[in-house]
């Protein structure tokens, strides 16, 4: 099936930073989706991207859809507690029913 | 908002018990689903359902069973529970059709340990 890798597989930053995440897939995507867990709880979809070259905010949080259609990114600028959390890119398969979710990036603010 | 509902949110059996996690919605979604987590890792999809009186296995294979009796409900049932079956269980639906068609919307999923 379709795979879905993340990097970096964790990130450890202090309050403020901007952080950079990425996913790439062994196949064409036609969707791109980007969501976060907060621990001891599902995902929350923040950004959807659905063509390519796309690049999509909300708030803090931007998001582009690679222009081969095999990848994805994910930026947040100035870091705040709340933004802790796994964050998971996610596509549909072929026939749009399901997602495949990706291996997830780990965020951890250093005091 | 979404409106998903998963319980319990944890649970503690010894193996061999049988077990039934469940999972309610009330946006009229058509699809349902259940993925399996363990800690930090992705996600994998165990079950869906297109509506009622539908089921499907995952690309994960599982011992458990789903049953869609009613469009709001999405039950999972382990008939023997065994430590290997500890994992975080999360269930999802999404919008029937258009746009949105792949956006989920997750329960806060059930923290499961099998002594």
């Known amino acids: 099936g379709q795979q879905l890798n993340q990097s970096p597989q964790s990130m450890f930053i202090q309050e403020g930073e901007d952080v950079s995440m990425n996913c790439t897939s062994s196949?064409?995507?036609?969707?791109w989706l980007w969501y976060k867990q907060d621990p001891g709880e599902g995902p929350v979809l923040l950004i959807a991207l659905y063509k390519a070259g796309e690049l999509t905010s909300n708030g803090r949080l931007t998001a582009q859809f690679g222009i081969t259609r095999k990848d994805s990114f994910l930026n947040i600028s100035a870091s705040i507690p709340s933004d802790v959390g796994i964050y998971f890119c996610?596509?549909?398969?072929?026939?749009?029913?399901?997602?495949?979710f990706g291996t997830g990036t780990r965020l951890t603010i250093i005091p | 908002e979404a409106d998903i509902y998963q319980t319990p949110r944890y649970l503690v059996i010894g193996t061999g018990k049988k077990i039934t996690l469940e999972c309610s919605q009330t946006?009229?979604?058509?699809?349902m689903y259940w993925y399996q987590q363990d800690p930090g890792m992705e996600l994998h999809l165990i079950h869906y359902s297109y509506g009622v009186n539908s089921t499907e296995k995952g690309d994960l294979s599982s011992e458990s069973t789903v049953s869609r009796i009613r469009t709001e409900h999405f039950p999972l049932t382990l008939e023997s529970a065994r430590p290997s079956h500890t994992s975080q269980y999360l269930c999802a639906s999404s919008v029937n059709r258009g746009p949105l068609l792949e956006k989920l919307f997750f329960g806060s999923g059930t923290q499961l340990s099998v002594l």
């Open positions: 196949s064409i995507f036609n969707t």
């Open positions: 996610a596509g549909p398969d072929f026939g749009n029913e399901k997602l495949t």
């Open positions: 946006m009229g979604h058509d699809k």
